[in-house]
């Protein structure tokens, strides 16, 4: 092999162990940034709104923060802005920004044919993920709702007026050994009943701790 061959397959060599070591320091870069955080998605349209998280600044995509509770806005210049406050978890990491449009301009630019189909999208998707979030957080949903006719008693649900995050349980339908028998019924799906907040139709809930 010619001398001016080796010296090239060195330097090629040379680069390749260059390229390897950035990319693994890149990936170490990675691991230690994003260590303790958690990679939310965030959506939002109008593409060029300001978006922040918590008042700073940020760019939309998968970003990663700390879990908990944090404050997401969509700024625009003749839109509503679009507030949306998410508890960040492991099954919690799907934002979608819609600011509504509020000036001439803005509602000529909504009115255009590809704008409102797009909305929807994102408007679904947040939907999905709230959902799957109610889900994780209330694991006896999936069982609901569920009716007893011997006992006899009836299991359901509903939402919290003012705050949609939060899930009541609905016990009605039901005699005292009916109740009884719900209580037991949600045992029975390996939930303690007292993690839960349950309403008796008629009947006063000892578990409340609102009471």
Known sequence: MQASNRRQLVKIGILLGVIV???LGWLVF?????????GVGVEVLPSDSIVKIDGAQ??????????GKHVFTAEKSGFKTANVTLTVSSTNKYVGLLPEPQSDEANKWAAQSDVWPKREEIASRRADAAGEETDAQNPLLQYLPYDDISAPFTVDYYFDTKDTTKTYVLIKNSTANGRIRALNWIREKGIDPADLNITFDGFQNPLRKDY
């Open 58 to 67: 940020i760019s939309a995509g998968t970003i990663y923060t700390t879990p």
């Open 30 to 38: 990675l691991k230690t940034s994003h260590s303790g955080k958690i």
């Open 21 to 23: 070591v950035l990319w």
